[in-house]
Every structure is written in structure tokens, then in C-alpha cells.
T-cell receptor
């Protein structure tokens, strides 16, 4: 297992188009997180899954955003009708649940540019 | 509101010297976790060190150590014997619930040869 994988690495799209990102977590990790990071800021929590269940969504996740994790493996994050304000790095992270919290393993992110 | 504040947008250190990055947080919880993450120019976040709030002993990982002051809600990172590879953005993070993490805005560390 080579870690958390995110595709694509970069995405340029026109305003109003839909985009979808994919995250493949570490295989034994049952929790998967999506964060958004804008330039000069720290990551902001969007949503997380435990197995296939989406357990929490941030208020940052507007109705145009949807995330899925079918079968509790990979996850997709879709943004509909993209806006220029959606331009950011979208980070995926994973971990195992259970006793103790040893942080996440992050992917390299997908950089979205909306033009 | 539970927030994480990193008051130093940029820091610079001479190679082989020591540097301390500051972090304060706001919480009403008594038990929580604190982390420092490093984000090199390749953008992948890497865990540097973690601290459990109920442990008074400061965490240490090789050249990296923390000064955890629970009453002051302060969690600074000390990097000893700085190396060129330490140059990166450093993010302080707080987790109140053993689940999601809240990050500060980051400190950009430059290491001068």
C-alpha cells in the first residue's frame, strides 16, 4: 500500500461545470476525510466517512457539493456548477478508528482552478 | 468558538540552529489531541508530532519537541539542529473529539544554509 492516493492532481474547469475528484485511502483505514485548503490557509474540514457512512458534514459543504464512499473503499467528491470561489486544494485523509488518535495520513491533494 | 492561532506567518532559521514555532488554541474541553504537521512544497501533509492533553509530559520525536502548556492553551514546536529539509509550511492542529481536526493558518519556515 503506497498511502493515500488522489486523482487528478490538477483540474482546471470553466465556471459552471461539474467536477469529480477521487480518493483511494490506505486499505485498512475505515475513516476517510475531505478537507479544503485555500492559498495561505490551513485545511478546513468538509466531511468524513466511517466505512460507507457519511457521519458529519461541515457547513462549508454547500448543496453543490456531494461526497460518496461506496462499499467503504474509495471516495469521490463532486462539485456541481463550480464557482471561482471553489478554487482550492482538496485534500483527502484517512485513518483507523479505535482507541487513541494518531492523526491522519494525507494524500497529495487535487488542486482545482475554476476559470 | 474553538480556533487554532499561529501568530508567526513566516519564520527563518540558520541551518543547525534551533527555532520555535508558536501555536495557541481555544477550547473548553479538558481532553483533546494536538498535532504539528509539516507540508513541504510537494503539498503532502506529514505528521511531525502529537500530544495528548491529559499527558503532562511534552512529546519528543528526534529533533522535534513540543512545549505544551495546558493552562495557557499553548503548544509550541521546537526544531533543533535545523536542516535544509525542514523548510516547509508547519500547521498546528487540534482535535477535540478524537475525530476531525482544526488547523491553524500555518507558519512558513525557511532554513538558511
Amino acid at each position: 500500500d503506497t498511502g493515500v492516493s488522489q486523482n487528478p492532481r490538477h483540474k482546471i474547469t470553466k465556471r459552471g461545470q461539474n467536477v469529480t475528484f477521487r480518493c483511494d485511502p490506505i486499505s485498512e483505514h475505515n475513516r476517510l476525510y475531505w478537507y479544503r485548503q485555500t492559498l495561505g490557509q490551513g485545511p478546513e474540514f468538509l466531511t468524513y466517512f466511517q466505512n460507507e457512512a457519511q457521519l458529519e458534514k461541515s457547513r462549508l459543504l454547500s448543496d453543490r457539493f456531494s461526497a460518496e464512499r461506496p462499499k467503504g473503499s474509495f471516495s469521490t467528491l463532486e462539485i456541481q456548477r463550480t464557482e471561482q470561489g471553489d478554487s482550492a486544494m482538496y485534500l483527502c485523509a484517512s485513518r483507523t478508528s479505535g482507541t487513541g488518535f494518531y492523526g491522519y495520513t494525507f494524500g497529495s491533494g487535487t488542486r482545482l482552478t475554476v476559470v | 468558538a474553538q480556533t487554532v492561532t499561529q501568530s508567526q506567518p513566516e519564520m527563518s532559521v540558520q541551518e543547525a540552529e534551533t527555532v520555535t514555532l508558536s501555536c495557541t488554541y481555544d477550547t473548553s474541553e479538558s481532553d483533546y489531541y494536538l498535532f504539528w504537521y509539516k507540508q513541504p512544497p510537494s503539498r503532502q501533509m506529514i505528521l511531525v508530532i502529537r500530544q495528548e492533553a491529559y499527558k503532562q509530559q511534552n512529546a519528543t520525536e528526534n529533533r522535534f519537541s513540543v512545549n505544551f502548556q495546558k493552562a495557557a492553551k499553548s503548544f509550541s514546536l521546537k526544531i533543533s539542529d535545523s536542516q535544509l529539509g525542514d523548510a516547509a509550511m508547519y500547521f498546528c492542529a487540534y482535535s477535540p473529539n478524537n475525530n476531525d481536526m482544526r488547523f491553524g493558518a500555518g507558519t512558513r519556515l525557511t532554513v538558511k544554509p
